[in-house]
């Protein structure tokens, strides 16, 4: 959670951080501030509320160093004090962090007893006191910043200025932090969007690193990595993503953005290199025992994809939530497979998950979007999503990506790649035309009428039991009804004593195995007063509002969930929700 930022440059560093921060809001957007050194001091500005809303530069002055940060709150509230920058007691030293100091009460009260005084109740204070009590000792900022760093526990990403010097001290350990390098000038931040509009050659930091950035007039210019106090090289890498992947054009939202790019993303997912796919598809085979985690709705993708090798390649594969994983630590060891599926390749549970996997010697394959991010890292093989960047807070066009790469690995271990991949291109087309013509307008129709609801039941089986799961998640999310999704045939287990004349229910009914059945679940909630809402290639009586599918055989989930992304979105427009960034939530969840 949370975004920062770092610049070092000729240019105005309060603009291209504050711009920096607009594109980094999706992380978090309880409050942001900004610090900027010039004429040797230290300016700083905090506001609650969102980035996006400020633009009057006026209060910062010119600078050729500026970080910043905008926030979700986990240690104190959404308050002015609360928000990042931290500084020190005489307010020369100025630190942003993403992550956790798990250890900084312990910090905090030996800091307090030395004299500091405390402006905030976050966990990141301690760093800006720490520096400010090395440097009291003796040391200089630079050995001051990375015994600080040292002495922390947990994960983090940390930006740090001082006033008497031309630098930018970074470190970073479990939370993503990128340079970017410039042209004589240097950005940092959470993520590649922040500073893409002046470059796109990056360096990911890895574990444990500790990165100096120096102007031409600072005591070390240009950039020193070191990693454990010996000097490393990082390699530059050229990302493929462009500014307008990045930027909204002619949508008014995000979300609508990337729901519409999947016309494109899922055909991009499945151009996987072969000898990937063939590889990854045998360590699955060969394995005793396959896990597919996530969270969120990267954890119903996992749960769609142990369905879809089931279904497809015949094979056993256990899906477990990413938060829940470590309870399996006793059924891992050296023939073990972890399949992460992640957009961000950043949350928090998912890697941990990784690293107990990884302690008992499992192998771990990652499918993620962002590339360079921590679990793409940590995994012996990775398979990239390839579908720009995702920046409405829920899941859209990475999900369907997920799920078409999924289905590919899952003919492939069935040995009928090219059948699947034709079957996968196929699908794709079948999306594209959807969202060309007009599903919108009947969707919009539909979210007018459930503006007004404040509950509704979702049913899937089979491939579509974890569609119902994510479908509920998407109308929580986005315009707040409290949704549930079920199996077809548990509502009537409990559940269907909630139903009353007029309640929603959606009922996902492909051409499957499970039609008739789910057929019959929607009858039963039918007669105690449901209004049904099918999302199917075929009509059925049974309905009494029907959303017209392609018909997709078991890939269906792909197309099922995309007419439930466009409710949830126009059910959120109705409901003057902010679809892009809504309460409480962030994207990309570095917290356990
Ligand atoms: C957050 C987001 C969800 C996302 C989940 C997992 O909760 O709001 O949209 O599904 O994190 O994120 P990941 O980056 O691992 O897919």
């Given at each position: 959670?949370?975004?920062?930022?770092?610049?070092?440059?000729?240019r105005?560093?309060?603009e291209?951080v504050?711009?920096?921060?607009?594109?980094?809001?999706?992380?978090?957007?309880?409050?942001?501030?900004?610090?900027?050194?010039s004429?040797?001091?230290?300016?700083?500005?905090?506001?609650?509320?969102?980035?996006s809303?400020?633009d009057?530069?006026s209060?910062?002055?010119?600078a050729n160093i500026?970080?910043g940060?905008?926030r979700w709150?986990?240690h104190?509230?959404a308050?002015?004090?609360?928000?990042h920058?931290?500084?020190c007691?005489k307010?020369?030293?100025?630190v942003?962090?993403?992550?956790i100091?798990?250890?900084?009460?312990?910090l905090?009260s030996s800091?307090?007893a030395?004299?500091?005084?405390?402006?905030?109740?976050?966990?990141?204070?301690?760093?800006?006191?720490l520096i400010e009590?090395?440097?009291?000792?003796?040391y200089d900022f630079?050995t001051?910043f990375?015994?600080?760093?040292s002495?922390?526990?947990?994960?983090?990403?940390?930006?740090?200025i001082?006033d008497s010097?031309?630098?930018?001290?970074?470190a970073r350990k479990?939370?993503?932090?990128?340079?970017?390098?410039?042209?004589?000038?240097?950005?940092?931040?959470?993520d590649?969007p922040?500073?893409?509009?002046y470059t796109?050659?990056?360096?990911?930091l890895?574990?444990?690193?500790?990165?100096?950035?120096?102007s031409?007039?600072?005591?070390r210019?240009?950039?020193?990595?070191t990693?454990?106090?010996?000097?490393?090289t990082?390699?530059p890498k050229?990302v493929s993503?462009?500014?307008?992947?990045?930027?909204?054009?002619?949508?008014d939202?995000?979300?609508?953005k990337?729901?519409?790019e999947?016309k494109?993303?899922?055909?991009?997912?499945i151009?996987?290199?072969?000898?990937?796919?063939?590889?990854?598809?045998?360590?699955?085979?060969?394995?005793?025992n396959v896990?597919f985690i996530?969270?969120?709705t990267?954890?119903?993708?996992?749960?769609v994809?142990?369905y879809?090798f089931?279904?497809?390649?015949?094979?056993?594969?256990?899906?477990?939530?990413?938060?829940e994983f470590p309870?399996?630590?006793?059924?891992?060891?050296?023939?073990t497979?972890?399949?992460s599926?992640?957009q961000?390749?950043e949350?928090?549970?998912?890697?941990?998950a990784m690293e107990?996997a990884?302690?008992?010697?499992?192998?771990l394959?990652?499918?993620?979007n962002?590339?360079?991010?921590?679990m793409?890292?940590?995994?012996d093989?990775s398979?990239?999503?390839?579908?720009?960047p995702?920046?409405?807070?829920?899941?859209t066009?990475?999900?369907t990506?997920?799920?078409?790469?999924l289905?590919?690995?899952?003919?492939?271990?069935?040995?009928?790649?090219?059948?699947?991949?034709?079957?996968?291109?196929?699908v794709?087309?079948?999306?594209?035309s959807?969202?060309?013509?007009?599903?919108?307008?009947k969707?919009?129709?539909?979210?007018k009428?459930?503006a007004?609801?404040?509950s509704?039941?979702i049913?899937g089986?089979?491939?579509?039991?974890?569609?119902a799961?994510e479908?509920?998640?998407k109308?929580?999310?986005?315009p707040?009804?409290?949704a549930e999704?079920?199996?077809?045939?548990?509502l009537?287990?409990?559940?269907?004593?909630?139903i009353?004349p007029?309640?929603?229910c959606?009922?996902?009914?492909a051409?499957?195995?499970?039609?008739?059945?789910?057929?019959?679940n929607?009858?039963?909630?039918?007669?105690r007063?449901a209004f049904?809402?099918?999302?199917?290639?075929e009509?059925?009586?049974v309905?009494?509002?029907w959303?017209q599918?392609?018909?997709?055989?078991?890939?269906?989930?792909?197309p099922?969930?995309?007419p439930?992304?466009?409710l949830?979105?126009?059910?959120?427009l109705?409901?003057?929700?902010?679809?892009?960034?809504?309460?409480?939530?962030?994207?990309?969840?570095?917290?356990k």
């Open positions: 959670m949370c975004g920062i930022i770092g610049y070092l440059g000729d105005n560093g309060a291209v504050v711009e920096g921060l607009k594109a980094l809001e999706y992380r978090g957007y309880d409050s942001w501030g900004v610090a900027v050194r004429n040797a001091s230290v300016s700083i500005k905090k506001q609650v509320g969102r980035i809303d400020f009057d530069l209060s910062l002055p010119f500026a970080i940060h905008t709150a986990t104190g509230s308050t002015a004090a609360n928000a920058p931290h500084t007691c307010g020369r030293i100025a942003v962090h993403n992550g100091i798990e250890n900084y009460q312990e905090k800091l307090v030395k004299g500091h005084i405390f402006k905030s109740q976050t966990d990141t204070e301690v760093i800006a006191h009590e090395n440097v009291a000792f003796g630079n001051a990375e015994k600080a760093i002495d922390l526990k947990g994960r983090f990403a940390v930006v740090a001082v010097d031309d630098q930018l001290l970074i479990g939370s993503p932090l990128v340079l970017g390098m410039g042209d004589k000038e240097f950005f940092v931040a959470s590649v922040a500073f893409l509009k796109n050659n990056v360096v990911f890895e574990d444990g690193d500790v990165a100096s950035v120096g031409a007039r600072s005591l210019p240009g950039v020193t990595i990693n454990r106090g010996k000097v490393v990082r390699s050229r993503w462009d500014v307008e992947g990045a930027e909204l054009g002619e949508y939202h995000f979300m609508i990337e729901i519409m999947q494109d993303t899922i055909l991009r997912a151009n996987q290199p072969k000898e990937d796919i063939k590889r990854i598809s045998d360590m699955i085979n060969l394995s005793d896990f996530g969270c969120g990267a954890g119903k993708v996992a749960q994809g142990s879809l089931s279904k497809i390649a015949g094979k056993r594969v256990d899906f477990v939530v990413g938060s309870n399996y630590h006793d059924f891992l060891g050296s023939n497979l972890l399949v599926i992640s961000s390749g949350t928090a549970d998912t890697l941990e107990v990884q302690k008992a010697g499992a192998k394959v990652s499918i993620v962002v590339v360079g991010s921590s793409m890292r940590m995994s093989y398979l990239l999503c390839n579908s720009g995702e920046k409405a807070v829920c899941s066009k990475a999900t990506a997920q799920i078409a790469i289905a590919e690995l899952a003919f492939a271990c069935a040995g009928r790649l090219d059948q699947g991949l034709n079957l996968l291109e196929s794709a087309s079948q999306v594209s959807m969202l060309d013509d007009g599903i919108s307008d969707v919009r129709s539909l979210a009428k459930l007004g609801h404040e509704m039941y049913i089986r089979s491939v579509n039991f974890p569609i799961l479908a509920s998640i109308m929580q999310e986005v707040y009804i409290h999704g079920f199996a077809g045939g548990e009537k287990h409990g559940p269907i004593a909630l009353e007029g309640t929603p959606v009922a996902f009914v051409n499957d195995d499970v039609k008739s059945d789910m057929i019959s929607a009858m039963e909630i039918r007669s007063g049904i809402i099918g999302i199917a290639p009509n059925d009586a309905f009494d509002f959303i599918v392609p018909d997709a055989g078991v890939l269906s989930p792909i099922n969930i995309i439930i992304q466009l949830s979105y126009y059910t959120a109705e409901k003057s929700c902010d679809p892009d960034k809504p309460r409480n939530l962030a994207k990309s969840v570095t917290v």
